[in-house]
DNA sequence: GTCTATAGCGGGATAGAC
DNA sequence: GTCTATCCCGCTATAGAC
């Protein structure tokens, strides 16, 4: 692998474990087993500019992740369940260390480093963009497709960082449940008895 | 008010802009109006004590908060609805600043810091005592009353981060409709038509 | 107990040899 | 272009005057 793609996967691997300001260039430099002067050789806008192709790298591959655990499941309800269930499975087994670096970024980023806020937030739209079109394939309309997929989203997110501080699985399994229900009052119009 | 708690209420409130890396000492002290020896005189155990008494403190404010917005409503979907539209219209109007450091600094320290990791944990222990409790009330069993309460504090903490990215409320809308559906099949049981 | 000056260390970044 | 030695700054923490 290139020096300049090891710096950014070793920038990646250590913003999912410990966010911006914890990760410096120099244990960066060490994971990638690159000199640091390659760092601002190929990257001249030095740590920022390092972790936002990290940010960027991590979100599409993310992205995708997330788009494979959906796709193969025709009905919404199944592959949201199965998509839970398996990032419950996944952070359990890798030692509760977080699935992407934008989650753990976006919260301590949002309000003292704006280029990073903005990178995040195109990733965010990005995974948008790209759960609204799965969805609207399953028949929802672009109002609920939008809103399930934020839903989605937001649900992962949070169920990670309760799931990592717990070390359990427990709250991404909620989280699950309660987003696959939401799927299926937007799927399947249900009467809702009296009392 | 007392150095020590102009302290660490100086501390929350840089912990949940910044998070926990990011905050200096010295910024800490700054906004506390207070000589940086008083910090090691009333904290011995420095950044990391003065961390510790802020997740405390400002868990259980945001605990109280969140109890608060809930418990007026006999009607759990009511009270889920108005409580996530209160937090986007707040969140909205501080700025995109997130309400509770907690979910800032939880991400960060899982892994490096586990004396934060392990207070973060008691302090979403609470959250979901508290919930819980709550939720029983209103008549779900231990087991959906304790799922409910996860799904809506990882939504919340998720919905956060998103929207303080995006410098939008839709996020803690989104969340929040997902939410009270999964309450409303929680409490209503519902009849699925077919196709 | 309050407060200041400073130690000691690690950070990001750079200069310049090769 | 690769790599090393170093700079300079800001950090946490401490020592000690008051």
């Not at 990178?119 to 969805?135: H, K, M, N, P, Y």
Request: overall charge negative; some cysteine; proline content about 4%.
């Amino acid at each position: 692998m290139q020096t300049d793609q090891r710096i950014v996967v070793a920038m990646a691997e250590l913003l999912r474990r410990q966010g911006y300001a914890a990760t410096g260039i120099k244990q960066v430099v060490a994971a990638a087993e690159a000199p640091i002067g390659s760092v601002y050789h190929h990257f001249p806008g030095g740590k920022r500019a390092v972790a936002e192709a990290a940010l960027r790298q991590s979100g599409a591959a993310y992205g995708e992740l997330v788009t494979a655990l959906l796709a193969p499941h025709d009905d919404l309800v199944d592959g949201i369940e199965s998509a839970f269930a398996e990032a419950a499975a996944t952070i359990e087994q890798t030692g509760w260390v977080n699935m992407c670096p934008v989650s753990t970024v976006a919260g301590e980023v949002a309000d003292a480093e704006p280029a990073l806020r903005e990178v995040s937030a195109e990733v965010f739209d990005e995974w948008i963009t790209q759960g609204v079109g799965l969805f609207r394939e399953r028949g929802l309309s672009d109002d609920d497709a939008r809103s399930l997929i934020i839903a989605v989203i937001t649900a992962l997110e949070g169920a990670f960082v309760m799931a990592r501080t717990l070390r359990s699985g427990e709250p991404v399994l909620a989280a699950g449940r309660s987003v696959a229900a939401y799927a299926r009052t937007l799927t399947t119009p249900a009467t809702v008895s009296a009392g």
